[in-house]
């Protein structure tokens, strides 16, 4: 970086990347005209005077400007002189001094604002402070700095730097828990534009200024812009499966598009489903230098009424009441983590931070979620801001089954599942295309003691679960894991186990439904009310032609089995998803045969 002036009059300077500093702040990677740096460490700029500078009689400052009303008190114009007895809270110094070229190192301090900062020497003469004239070219952008100990996002892990601030590809984890796939993604974060998209999401939130240093401030206004519920935020959401005005959000492959679109256009995008919101609210951590990584949660809890159940309302015969039935289990949902300290919560709960931009629930009267310590989500302690509860709850849910009694309305359990939801929680492997269980990160061993303590003190801070232990019933019902490709017939088997010595009749309510990947039904396509004397398995042959068409996008088959047993009154259930595989398609092109996964 260099800047050219006289003692006595300002000449035109020029700026630009320079082979010195990017490298050495991790910027090197960056599309841009302008020198980027990361705060918290030196950077090195070189002044031209008219005539060789003299230590002894020369006085003269750099002087960086940042938004529409500056002022030093505020942190938004900071003067740095290479006096030492100038104090200054970016420091300075002389690097080297060569005829009338003076080589300045700065270093901004490492809580500045981030941001684009606008770039003056001011020289005292005999006649005043002089200063050089507003050039554009000499702008430079200031970021959060991974790699320096005084900064909060600073990551002391040289692999999970580089996966998290400069990998600019990656991977989505989708799918269901047991039957994994897998979906590329292009972050771009050094695109050329997307530095300005990102710093223009800060601009159209109106976020002050001054609080565009703090990365909690940052990453918690950042997950209500991303979504476009109540601020004209970067994405539309639509679970739909009709976009007509917009982009499938399964045709996404990166976010650069997406983000260029949104600052060109000012309007939000169409359209986005969970995995799109946090891929590019990872693009915008990562551009701005706070490491961030995307996880997916299997069986995710989206709880209506802030508890720790996800209810499943019963009529007195055992079936499933559709219209009370409210809770909804997602197959997957993916969300970001971002790493940072937090001041503001006891020791022990600064790391990595969950920040979610898919709009579910309010916060604070927006559509936003986090930043929510893990590590206080793993412990319990929800009562800390922001939003562990609603991330608590989407891991540690119960599935409780209710039985209504039609006379006065009243719901009591008559099952409760305390392991299906927050089955596995996976991300990337740094430097691997390889995922990595992190579900440890968020829960302790179900059943373990540890798990318990967790449990009793949520409930401190106000999440409710189920209490009743419901007793066993003596008939267990299960259904097997299935393997389907997409238009397949396949026998959907109900194993069945008494475990009584008496004989025993069950009546069962066996649905089949075409369900969305959020657990929303589509449409059911099979239903059938068998008795069993329970033989010891019964199978229901499901017809392709039956689910064909009424697939959705990413559809899946949802079964749910309930059953009454005669004999006793008691209800068994059980529940399987079954993931639907497209057949590959095989292309012959002289001797070379490409096998290349369909897609629906």
Known sequence: LSLSCALSLSLAPSLSPDEVNTPQHSTHLYASDHLIVRRGQEFQLKVTFDRPYKPADDQFAVEF???????????????????????????????????????????????????????????????GIRRTRRDESRDLYVLFNAWATGDSVFLDDDDEREECVLNEVGVIYHGAYDD??????????????????????????????????????????ASAMLNSHDDDGVLVGNWSGDYTYGVAPTSWTGSTEILLNYSSSKTPVCYAQCWVYAAVFNTFLRCLGIPARVVTNFYSAHDNDGNLKTDVILDENGRIDKHRTKDSIWNYHCWNECYMSRPDLPQGFGGWQAVDATPQETSDGMYRCGPASVQAIKHGQI??????????????????????????????????????????????????????????????????????????????????????????????????????????????????????????????????????????????????????????????????????????????????????????????????????????????????????????
């Open 180 to 221: 994994m796939s897998e979906r590329p993604w292009n972050f771009g974060q050094f695109d050329y534009g997307v530095l300005d998209a990102c710093l223009f999401i800060m601009d159209k939130a109106a976020m002050p200024i001054t609080n565009r240093g703090d990365a909690i401030k940052v990453a918690r206004k």
């Open 383 to 600: 009562c800390f801001p922001f939003d562990a509860p609603f991330v608590f709850a989407e891991v540690n849910s119960d599935v409780v089954f209710y039985s209504r009694n039609p006379r006065d309305g009243t719901l009591e359990p008559v099952k409760v599942n305390s392991s299906h939801v927050g089955r596995m929680v996976v991300t990337k492997v740094p430097g691997q295309d390889a995922r990595r269980d992190i579900t440890d990160q968020y829960k302790f061993p179900e059943g373990s003691p540890e798990e318990r303590t967790v449990l009793e003190k949520a409930e401190e801070y106000g999440c409710h679960r189920e209490k009743a232990t419901p007793p066993e019933a003596d008939v267990e019902l299960d259904m097997p894991l299935m393997e389907v490709r997409v238009g397949d017939d396949f026998e959907l088997k109900l194993e069945f186990n008494n475990t009584s010595d008496q004989a025993r009749t069950v009546d069962v309510y066996v649905s089949g439904n075409v369900v969305y990947y959020t657990g929303v039904t589509s449409s059911e396509f099979l239903f059938k009310t068998p008795r069993v004397i329970l033989d010891p398995k019964k199978g229901r042959r499901v017809r392709s032609q039956d689910y064909m068409r009424k697939l959705v996008e990413q559809a899946n088959l949802h079964f749910i089995a309930t059953g009454k047993v005669k004999e006793t009154g008691q209800i068994i259930t059980s529940m399987r998803v079954v993931t639907l595989h497209t057949p590959k398609l095989s292309v012959e092109v002289g001797h070379l045969i490409l096998h290349t996964p369909n897609s629906l």
């Open 65 to 127: 400007i940042i938004g529409g009303s500056p002022q030093f008190s505020k942190g938004t114009y900071i003067p740095v002189s290479v006096a030492k007895d100038r104090q200054s809270p970016w420091a300075g110094r002389v690097v080297d001094s060569t005829d009338n070229v003076v080589t300045v190192g700065i270093t901004p301090a490492p809580d500045c604002i981030v941001g684009k900062w606008r770039t003056y020497v001011a020289v005292v003469t005999p006649y």
